[in-house]
């Protein structure tokens, strides 16, 4: 349990990256370093040992020291789907296991098949601006009816893509905005029902597009997690709280999950965004039930 202004109150965490051994010895390799380990003194950050369930174990206790019940771990490299699977598997009742794929790699039907298979994974990301494709490119058909059988959700990456860790090591950026736009997975959404769309971050710049969508598909999800930093973009004004009404006053709040969006060590769970937010909620005069739909029982909803 969290304390929250409402008293205490359970907390899931939709939106947390399980940045792996793998995630950053791909990093490493981009920066021509001789190993992971070697990234951890320009990061300033704990770089995990080869053994996901280690970092499975630190997430846990970080978890536990937060009071935070359960969180959605992505695999943030395509082909990382091991670790968080080894993370699922050692803390079945601590964490959802998503999966980042880049559909148009020739394995990637497969892979996302062998997933499913060992049932670990129950969320494939999609990446459309960083991969470079459109989310309604019929090349991903055979996917989606995957994850329909499967009843698995899918998180489309909508709006600015920035990933802070390449920037920090002067990696350069790898995205193209033409496939981000939120209007792209209309059709897509409509076509495929039964399964849960999650966009992250309110459609990152994306708002008024990201809202659209989910008025008129019911099967669309937002969620809230990170900074929101693209709401520098908008012109009017904005501030988060006008997102948070703006989103709740059109699709209520059981279509809204809290996410923070972390990732490293020794930060961790990153508690900033949970106070801005949660205090956001309660500025709104939402009663417990709603704050407990958004902070808790959404997640657990789209999962049960
Ligand atoms: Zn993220």
Not at 222 to 228: A, R
């Given at each position: 349990?969290?304390?929250?202004?409402?008293?205490?109150?359970?907390?899931?965490?939709?939106?947390?990256?399980?940045?792996?051994?793998?995630?950053?010895?791909?990093l490493?390799i981009?920066k021509k370093?001789?190993?992971?380990?070697?990234?951890?003194?320009v990061?300033?950050?704990?770089?995990?040992?080869?053994?996901?369930?280690?970092?499975?174990?630190?997430?846990?206790?970080?978890?536990?020291?937060?009071?935070?019940?359960?969180?959605?771990?992505?695999?943030?490299?395509?082909?990382?789907?091991?670790?968080?699977?080894?993370?699922?598997?050692?803390?079945?009742d601590?964490?959802?296991?998503?999966?980042?794929?880049?559909?148009?790699?020739?394995?990637?039907?497969?892979?996302?098949?062998?997933?499913?298979?060992r049932?670990?994974?129950r969320?494939l990301?999609?990446?459309?601006?960083?991969?470079?494709?459109?989310?309604?490119?019929?090349?991903?058909?055979?996917?989606?009816?995957?994850?329909?059988?499967?009843?698995?959700?899918?998180?489309?990456?909508?709006?600015?893509?920035?990933?802070?860790?390449?920037?920090?090591?002067?990696?350069?950026?790898?995205?193209?905005?033409?496939y981000?736009n939120?209007?792209?997975?209309?059709?897509?959404?409509q076509?495929?029902?039964?399964?849960?769309?999650?966009?992250?971050?309110?459609?990152a710049?994306?708002?008024?597009?990201?809202?659209?969508?989910?008025?008129?598909?019911?099967?669309?999800?937002?969620?809230?997690?990170?900074?929101?930093?693209?709401i520098?973009y908008?012109?009017?004004?904005l501030?988060?709280?006008?997102?948070?009404?703006?989103?709740?006053d059109?699709i209520?709040?059981?279509?809204?999950?809290?996410?923070?969006?972390?990732?490293?060590?020794?930060?961790?769970?990153?508690?900033?965004?949970?106070?801005?937010?949660?205090?956001?909620l309660?500025?709104?005069?939402?009663?417990?039930?709603?704050?407990?739909?958004?902070?808790?029982?959404?997640?657990?909803?789209?999962?049960?």
């Open positions: 349990m969290v304390e929250t202004p409402w008293g205490e109150l359970p907390v899931c965490d939709a939106h947390v990256h399980f940045f792996s051994h793998r995630f950053y010895t791909s490493a981009q370093f001789q190993d992971a380990a070697a990234l951890g003194p990061l300033e950050w704990t770089i995990p040992s080869q053994d996901p369930v280690e970092l499975a174990q630190a997430w846990a206790a970080e978890l536990d020291r937060r009071g935070v019940e359960r969180a959605s771990l992505i695999a943030s490299l395509p082909g990382d789907e091991e670790s968080v699977e080894a993370a699922v598997s050692a803390f079945p601590r964490f959802y296991g998503y999966c980042m794929i880049d559909p148009l790699q020739p394995d990637a039907l497969e892979r996302v098949r062998g997933m499913f298979e049932k670990l994974i969320c990301c999609f990446f459309p601006a960083m991969h470079r494709y459109s989310i309604a490119d019929s090349r991903l058909i055979p996917i989606f009816e995957a994850a329909a059988d499967r009843r698995a959700a899918v998180f489309v990456h909508c709006g600015a893509f920035s990933m802070g860790v390449r920037k920090k090591l002067g990696l350069p950026p790898q995205s193209d905005l033409r981000s939120p209007i792209d997975l209309h059709p897509v959404a076509h495929f029902p039964q399964i849960r769309f999650i966009i992250p971050h309110f459609g710049g994306y708002l008024r597009e990201a809202l659209m969508l989910a008025d008129l598909v019911p099967n669309v999800y937002l969620d809230t997690s990170s900074s929101n930093r693209w520098a908008d012109s009017s004004n501030d988060l709280r006008t997102v948070f009404r703006r989103a709740i059109l209520g709040p059981k279509r809204i999950l809290f996410g923070t969006d972390s990732s490293f060590f020794p930060r961790g769970w990153n508690t900033a965004i949970f106070e801005q937010q949660s205090k956001i309660y500025e709104l005069a939402l009663d417990v039930d709603q704050a407990r739909l958004i902070l808790h029982d959404n997640l657990v909803n789209l999962f049960s």
